[in-house]
């Protein structure tokens, strides 16, 4: 199977995509999330799934599956890219799905940042008295 163009990925990817996840995007590209953490995603043309140490080692175990680099040489070694084999089959996709989202949901929320909410700017004009200087 040829890899999957990215409207092709986009369709697959609302289609697979839980009831109750919210969706995000990041990098201009889908990611659904569960309490703040992301669980799925699309990258360039890589479908990305978050799985447990059990799950990732199962499914790593498929041809074509690889740990996900958001960065090229920074795994981030809860990201699965999911093989073709597994694209190709919907049924087998919801099902990783369906792993990745339970694994991410009991996963603690992720903390709200802790910084205030950016303040529309007011402009605060500084008055300072300038001497002129006559010479």
């Not at 990925?9 to 201009?28: I, S, W, Y």
């Not at 703040?36 to 990258?43: S, Y």
């Not at 740990?67 to 190709?88: D, K, N, Q, T």
């Amino acid at each position: 199977m040829s890899q999957l163009g990215p409207q092709e990925l986009f369709n697959l990817f609302q289609a697979v995509k839980p009831r109750g996840a919210e969706e995000r995007t990041m990098g201009g590209s889908p990611a659904a999330v569960v309490n703040g953490n992301m669980f799925m995603r699309i990258r360039r043309t890589q479908f990305v799934l978050r799985l447990s140490e059990a799950h990732r080692t199962e499914l790593l175990r498929q041809p074509g599956a690889e740990v996900f680099e958001a960065i090229p040489g920074r795994p981030m070694a809860e990201y699965i890219v999911v093989p073709p084999s597994v694209l190709r089959d919907s049924r087998v996709l919801q099902h990783w799905v369906q792993r990745s989202y339970e694994y991410t949901a009991g996963l603690a929320p992720q903390a709200k940042s802790g910084l205030p909410k950016a303040q529309p700017r007011t402009q605060s004009v500084k008055t300072t008295q300038i001497k002129q200087v006559d010479g």
